[in-house]
């Protein structure tokens, strides 16, 4: 099993941006899929990226394209969020995923972080 701790998030205003970082331990980090979700008050918790091991393949829900982007480094067990242009509809706890595995999916992630609170104050 992997555990999953996020950092970074916080209060910026519309159009900042925010580093989010998500450090993996437990046992290696290679062969999971790494993904960010995030809830919203009142909402369900949807799929923000996805990345693979190799970080060969990147998926993004249409809403962060364009101002989001996932990277990861293996060397450190650590997956990064770099939003930018971010909107008050950003705001929500964003969660680390990770599934073992190298198929690039949006869904049946296995591990969970604690998630960070991000707010973007209009």
């Known amino acids: 099993q992997v555990q999953l701790v996020e950092s970074g998030g916080g209060l910026v205003q519309a159009g900042g941006s925010l580093r989010l970082s998500c450090a993996a331990s437990?046992?290696?980090?290679?062969?999971?899929?790494m993904g960010w979700f995030r809830q919203a008050p009142g909402k369900e918790r949807e799929f923000v990226a996805a990345i693979t091991w190799s970080a060969g393949r990147i998926d993004y829900t249409d809403s962060v394209k364009g101002r989001f982007t996932i990277s990861r480094d293996n060397a450190e067990n650590t997956v990064y969020l770099q939003m930018n242009s971010l909107k008050p509809e950003d705001t929500a706890v964003y969660y680390c995923?990770?599934?073992?595995?190298?198929?690039?999916?949006?869904?049946?992630?296995?591990?969970w972080g604690q998630g960070t609170q991000v707010t973007v104050s209009s």
């Open positions: 437990g046992r290696t980090f290679s062969g999971y899929v």
């Open positions: 995923a990770a599934k073992l595995g190298t198929a690039l999916v949006r869904t049946r992630y296995t591990n």
